[in-house]
């Protein structure tokens, strides 16, 4: 079959070569004559984009089209012609010869450089640890946003899980590099929706800082690579913004000059995962209110304990005959995502243009919760000579929406027994609950009904020029200046009739102020700009030098400022325009910052014979965040690295091993993700006090002129071995951050309990091994198992005084008013994200209480913050992933488990759906066979409905959780097929995301929003 299909594209690339002379003299000018010719790779298919040019005269040339087909009109002195591409080895023909070239494949120059978005650097001389990932591997793994198929690459990017927000379309994902090490504790009411998690990587697009956001919006067909910066050595070049991480992406490049049209489709189809919830059905909850005498607690008379009587009969008759209602799915829907790109490449070796135009409309399972997004991008590049000139725009247009059915937790919490429609199909808007109390509950699906708006909006647009100029091989001058600026808004709605209100009173003055409208609206600007020079050569034959000087400047600037209005009795007046006054007792709220950024850098590299290496960064950076007193942080880092493959007593193993190589760096870099006025004094206005006709103020915010940054300091070993069938990579570290940014305790006598300050030390460490095994490798054939771990911990090395107080206040707050959570406490020795609960024995089967140890070794009673003990981490030990990549015959495979483990995690589900729910609503199955409720009776867990369990070791599991996250199926149509209806490429996939999750702990996943399975159909076509 094989043989037949070569045959049949060889035969096809030769009838088409036939029709056509490869050489003719031009009728216009005897001084020239016309080449035309095919490309084809290794399988004989067309290949597009490839440069042509004479040999001679390289000013001058085309490039092949769709089919693979090139025309160039050349002097008849021409000898030979140049083939260049990315991706294949560059070739130089005899023209005599040009009518068939056969591309090969250079599979050395697909992994040979590393990009860090300052410069890019040969692989093999390189220090630093990296992970490098190609478009495909991205695609192979995942086809919904740039970010989720990077959690299936690389485990040393943790992805967090959101047990709350679960698949919500417009929530943003939070992610750490080789684990946490920043407290990250904003004490300010002035965090902005512009400020990053105080443990986000940094990323860096196209040589810019950009925000999670627009990474997690934009379109995965604009990327050509991305680099994950993991090291000192690496990341030391963006100095005090660095520490965390560097994710670097690059966007297509046009360096190949292709002509070509093409278009992806997706349609995704979103399933909500409910496997975590095991709620009990009608039956099943009236018997655990009739074990437990909800109905005859609290009642003090004969009438109200036979009422109650005739309400649980009632109920019961209706749930003997089926009646009973599944609210989990009230609110949720199959979701349908729709993305389309149409991309466009035109030019010739000089002037080249590649445009992008997507839309991607994400509905979520939530009814009417979705997030749109449309964008449109030009790259543009000129090459004169020893010039070229590059620009890259791009615009965004987001608009979303979350549910408005609320909460998922409300349907979850809803009775079973509970009708949403009454006999007549209209919605009920409360349900009586005729137990203790006699309360009641709204109904959820009632509030969907009234016009309940939430929504969020941004307009953003970016663009980013480059000039570079090569007097020289050598040397390279790069100016770059780039701008970004986004306006932001949100519209939150909820009329007078809606549940939220239903406390207010009736009277007319009272019932005239329900409903409410909040408006936001924000803006976000950036400027940077820098220069830099770039040297790299080679001298005699066997010293490379390669060196950097860089001087950076940037301005981010933002603003967000919320309205908020009341009186909106018809849900008709969907408007802020419609409101009767503000909201009582409340002013406008927002936010501001100003951060401007100065950088010089120098870095240097030097290799010997390709075998000893050596890199060294120093980078000066200068703040405004950083106090008065402080503002210039000096970065640094130093990497060795040893190609042992390249010695000459391993000369004799090259033909099977083609790379082993020591790395070792050292270094340091910083943190500054926190709110910008952390250093500076923050002052609020009275603006209903006046004196002498001036306003009042007061300071809200204790000026620190010498806060300066966080400081991460790192040490990594790393090795790379590589064979024909084996690669591997390993990595080891120890990454102390000094200078963590906190609330120090002050003197009363200074008039503020607290200021911000430099304290303390968290060290992580951690081990990182991947290995890729090829079973078989033949042209395009081949398969291939590959596994990644990933182990972390952190430890507090050292505390100031103002944190001992902290925990001490957090301990006087759990003795005050008890604590049905963990209590988050630092110490010394412990990790950073430790769960601090009181040791418990279980439950007593006489009394139902629960035994608690106390710190003398005593049993008791009766929960005492003062026991509080460290049972483990919330964070990972360990995550990592392993699956295999196949391709035959154009028929391609991937699969990706992920999974993570070792560390705990607080079972809150445990404690609100069984031990301190009030059984006025909806309860975990597990309640029946373990809660206690008689004397005697040996259960697992305790009646808390009177008085609540408080932070308790029993509570408190192991978390180690695997995932089937990724599955691709794909076919590559053969070039035989295709051409017929004129396409170069077409390209057929199926995925499936997030397909099934395994969990040692049970515990409802997706409170607020629930989970998603999702599979999606891509089509791929290039014209």
Known sequence: MTIAKTLFSFLAVYVSLMLVPSIKVDAQSSGTMTVVGVVVDENDAPLPGVAVYDAANVSGGTVSGSDGRYRIIVSRKCTELVFETMGFKKKTVKIKDTALIRMETDAEVLEATVVTGIYTRKADSFTGAVQSISADKLKQVGNKNVLESLKNIDPSLMMLENLEQGSNPNAMTSMQIRGASSLGMETTSLKSNFVSDVNMPLFILDGFETSVEKIQDMDMNRVESITILKDASAKAIYGSKGGNGVIVIETKSLDSGKTAVTYTGNIAVEMPDLTSYNLCN?????????????????????????????????????????????WLSKPLRTGITNKHSVSVELGNRELKSFTTFSYNNNQGVMKGSFREVVTGDMNLAYRHKHWTFRNIMSISSMSGSESPYGSFSEYSMMNPYFAPYDSEGNLVRKFYQYGPGSSYVFNPLYDA??????????LDFTDNFYVEYSPFKSLKMVARFGIDTKRTGAEEFYPAAHSRFSNTLDTESQFLTKGEYTQTRGSYTSYSGDLSAQFNKTFASDHDVFATAQYTISEIKYSEVSHYAAGFPNKRLDNIIFARQYLSDSTPTGAAGLNRNLGILMTVGYSYKSRYMFDGTIKGSASSVFGTNNRWGTFWSAGLAWNIHNEEFLAPASDWLKQLKLRLSLGSSGNQNYTTNKSLPVYNYYNDKYYDGFTGATLANMENPDLGWEEKFEYNLGLDFRTKHINLTADAYVADTRNLVFNRSTLPSVGFSSVSDNLGTVRNRGVELGVNYTVFQKRSSYLTLLSKIAFNENKILALSESMRDYNSSQIEAAKASGSESPVIQYYEGMPLHSIWVVPSLGIDPISGKEIFVASNGMLVDEWSATNLRNYGSSDPLFNGNFGLNAEVSGVGLSVIFTYYGGGYKYNSTLVDMIENTSLEYNVDRRIFSNRWYYSGQIAQYRNGADTPTKATSRFVQLNNVMNLSSFSLYYEFPYSLIKKINLSRLRASVYGNNLYTWSSIHIERGTSYPYARTVSFSLTATF
């Open 282 to 326: 009608a039956l099943e909850k009236l018997e655990v209110e009739r074990r437990e005498g909800y109905y005859e607690k609290k009642v003090t008379t004969t009438t109200d304990l036979l009422k109650n009587q005739i309400v649980y009969n009632d109920r019961l008759a209706e749930a003997l005959v089926g009646k009973s209602t599944y």
């Open 449 to 458: 009904s009234l016009d309940v708006q939430n929504t969020s909006d941004y």
